[in-house]
C-alpha cells in the first residue's frame, strides 16, 4: 500500500479514493473488504453530497433522515412519515416498538448532551470537553437489535471556527460513509449556527472502514 491520503477537500472526494483503496488493499473481514484505523480530514465538509455516478447516492434520503434526527424521535415509524417509507436497513434494526438505538438525533437529545455541549463551547472555547456520547457499552444490553456505529462526536473551536472529530467503531463506506458524514456534517453546521461561528475542517476516523462484497467493483 502506497502512503496513504489523509486530506480531502470534499466527503465525495474521500469517498471516492477510499472505496477504491478498499477494492485494492482492503483485507478479508466478516463478509467484507476492511481497512483499520482510518482517519481523514474533510475541508469543506457542508460540500456534502456524493455525486460519483457509480454510488447513485440519494440526497432526498439524506434530508428525510436529517429531519427524522431533528425529531428526536427514535420511532422508525417518524422516518416513514417524513420519507414516506421505511427503508429495509430500519425495519431490520428496529426492536418490536419500532425503536432503535442508531437515531443519532435521540443519542445527542439524551441528558441535553448537544445543548450542553453548546454552553460549554460558549462559555470555555478552548474546551476539551464538548463531546457527544452515542455507542455506550455499559448499555451492551440494549443492543440486542442493532449497536450504534458511532463512538461519539467531539467539537473544538480553532480561529474562530468550528470544527469536529467523529469517531466511528464500524463504518461501511457504501452505505455508512455515505449517510452518516452527510448528518454529521450538518449537525457541525447546526451547532456553529448556535454559536454563529463558521464551520471548520472535519475529521472523521473509522476504527474498522470496509464494503460489503455485494458492492465491490462498482466504479
Known amino acids: 500500500m502506497n502512503k496513504m491520503v489523509n486530506r480531502f477537500k470534499t466527503a465525495n472526494g474521500a469517498f471516492d479514493y477510499y472505496y477504491k483503496l478498499l477494492n485494492s488493499d482492503g483485507v478479508e473481514f466478516d463478509n467484507t473488504k476492511a481497512l483499520f484505523n482510518i482517519g481523514f480530514y474533510i475541508f469543506d465538509p457542508l460540500d456534502n453530497d456524493i455525486d460519483v455516478d457509480y454510488r447513485k447516492w440519494s440526497k432526498k434520503y439524506a434530508d428525510a433522515e436529517w429531519e427524522w ?46 445543548n450542553k455541549v453548546v454552553e460549554k463551547l460558549r462559555t470555555k472555547p478552548d474546551t476539551r470537553k464538548a463531546v457527544i456520547s452515542i ?69 472523521h476516523f473509522a476504527q474498522n472502514l470496509h464494503v460489503y462484497k455485494d458492492k465491490l467493483n462498482k466504479s
Open 135 to 203: 455507542y455506550d457499552g455499559k448499555e451492551i444490553k440494549n443492543y440486542q437489535h442493532d449497536t450504534p456505529c458511532t463512538y461519539g462526536v467531539q467539537f473544538t473551536i480553532l480561529d474562530n471556527k468550528l470544527n469536529m472529530t467523529v469517531l466511528m467503531r464500524s463504518n461501511d463506506i457504501w452505505y455508512g460513509f455515505c449517510n452518516d458524514q452527510y448528518q454529521f456534517s450538518l449537525l457541525q453546521k447546526k451547532v456553529a449556527d448556535m454559536l454563529s461561528i463558521d464551520v471548520g475542517w472535519y475529521y
Open 69 to 114: 434526527y431533528n425529531s428526536e424521535d427514535k420511532n422508525i415509524s417518524k422516518l416513514g412519515e417524513i420519507y414516506g417509507k421505511i427503508p429495509a436497513i430500519w425495519l431490520n434494526m428496529a426492536d418490536e416498538n419500532g425503536d432503535v438505538n442508531s437515531n443519532y438525533g435521540w443519542q445527542w437529545a439524551r441528558e441535553d448532551q448537544l
